[in-house]
């Protein structure tokens, strides 16, 4: 089966800088969106950023700090982060939605990495 494997957590302070990658463990045929997502203890998990044929979108709270790319044909996404804040921190995880001719849609995602801003 195909994995999702995330790195690049980890703690920094206030206004340092991150980047999180994710590799999909066997190509991924079929990309439609690629993206990151993240959650909090006692919080609903909220789109972060995310990158498709249309284009670009980001949470409110990290446009201009934030940046996603990747590669569809290389199943990767990436998500560089500046000027990181406390209130970012979380549980990061990348997630590939794919659908493929003759198959129905699949929802992917990354086991998790922590991400931790100190003041």
């Known amino acids: 089966q195909v994995q999702l494997v995330e790195s690049g957590g980890g703690l920094v302070q206030a206004g340092g800088s991150l980047r999180l990658s994710c590799a999909a463990s066997?190509?991924?045929?079929?990309?439609?969106?690629m993206g990151w997502h993240r959650q909090v203890p006692g919080k609903l998990r909220e789109l972060v950023a995310r990158?498709?044929?249309?284009?670009?979108d980001y949470l409110d709270s990290v446009k201009g700090r934030f940046t996603i790319s990747g590669d569809n044909a290389k199943s990767t996404v990436y998500l560089q982060m500046n000027n990181l804040k406390p209130e970012d921190t979380a549980v990061y995880y990348c997630n590939i939605y794919s659908w493929h001719r003759g198959k129905s849609p699949v929802s992917r995602w990354g086991q998790g990495t922590q991400v931790t801003v100190s003041s």
């Open positions: 066997e190509s991924i045929i079929g990309v439609h969106t």
């Open positions: 990158m498709g044929s249309g284009g670009t």
